[in-house]
């Protein structure tokens, strides 16, 4: 068995699992056909055995006790070739030029985590190449007659520049103009999404400020190419008020019949104001009969819904380590 994310189980369940692995070693150790498992006498296959995967150091995670480390052995992990796993999927994705563009995603990254800011929300990982990736491709079946730089520098700003503070975006487009010389991007034609968003605005009594506008455009651009994203920003930050009238904009688009675009069921919750077993679901002690959270329920009646319109789960409230990594 390989345990996945191993310290994220609570250390009072970790300091359990220790005991019972070690009655499993200790029993294959002895060469006995059965032993006694927990208060159960269950038989013992001598090919028997565990592995675990945790990412040390992380917040919400637990430190492995002692008497459990001593049961497993260490395996370091080689930091993989972003530029050669990058190249082989732009391959399959059909790009004939992948070698250059995947060393231009690479050094994108590395120059963006020397010269920007340090903020917990920048990501320079193989999570973010993958990201940028998956746009390049849903570009590439779009567009199949693009020059494939036109295509990579789209990927790489339409994934990366709604997650940067104002003062490193300059800096973000310097990094791209050097690696790109020449490259310019066509404007994408928003005016009827904009026309909807500000009649929607009108509507909320928000003003329709050209940096609203652009947040919602980025938060739409990221809706198309992610299936789950997060906003940050500071209390009053228009984080809310983005996905409500992005949402009832869609909505009078597909009145409108225009831009093949959905209506949209958004459904809230505040992760803040429930327990954990109330948010997720838990067993109950007695019974040892399981009921949903909260969430369960609201995701249930999202994918039972068979029509065409989008579903947004929304959770607004304040991101601490412990509901966030539940999720995760």
Avoid at 92 to 109: C, E, H, I, N, P
Avoid at 166 to 173: A, E, G, K, Y
Avoid at 224 to 236: N, Q, T
Wanted: proline share 4%; net charge negative; charged share 25%.
């Amino acid at each position: 068995a390989c345990f996945d994310e191993f310290n994220r189980i609570d250390l009072e369940v970790l300091s359990v699992v220790a005991q019972q692995v070690l009655d499993i070693q200790r029993a294959i150790g002895a060469k006995v056909t059965s032993f006694v498992f927990e208060g159960t006498e269950i038989g013992l296959k001598y090919s028997a055995w565990c592995c675990i995967t945790m990412n040390p150091g992380y917040a919400g995670r637990s430190e492995l006790p002692d008497n459990l480390k001593a049961l497993f052995r260490d395996v370091a992990m080689m930091v993989p070739d972003y530029a050669m796993i990058a190249e082989i999927i732009m391959y399959s994705f059909g790009y004939l030029q992948a070698r250059d563009m995947a060393r231009k995603l690479v050094q994108t990254y590395r120059l963006c985590s020397e010269q920007l800011s340090s903020q917990d929300h920048y990501d320079y990982g193989m999570r973010a190449v993958i990201s940028v990736l998956r746009a390049a491709g849903n570009l590439k079946r779009k567009f199949k007659l693009e020059r494939e730089d036109v295509l990579m520098l789209r990927a790489i700003t339409d994934v990366n520049l709604p997650k940067f503070l104002d003062q490193d975006v300059p800096l973000f487009r310097g990094i791209l103009s050097d690696l790109f010389p020449g490259v310019a991007l066509p404007e994408i034609d928003y005016d009827n999404l904009i026309a909807a968003l500000t009649k929607e605005s009108a509507k909320q009594n928000l003003q329709p400020l050209p940096s609203f506008f652009e947040k919602i455009i980025q938060l739409y651009e990221m809706i198309i190419v992610r299936h789950g994203l997060m906003i940050v920003g500071e209390s009053f930050g228009m984080k809310s008020s983005c996905i409500s009238v992005l949402a009832k904009a869609l909505g009078d688009l597909c009145d409108k019949k225009q831009n093949n675009e959905f209506h949209v069921k958004y459904y809230v919750i505040n992760p803040k104001s429930v327990t954990m077993n109330q948010l997720y679901g838990a067993e109950d002690q007695i019974s040892k009969e399981w009921a949903d959270g909260v969430l369960a329920v609201t995701f249930r009646n999202a994918s039972r819904d068979t029509s065409p319109d989008r579903k947004w789960v929304v959770f607004d409230g304040p991101v601490d380590a412990i509901w966030i990594e539940n999720m995760n």
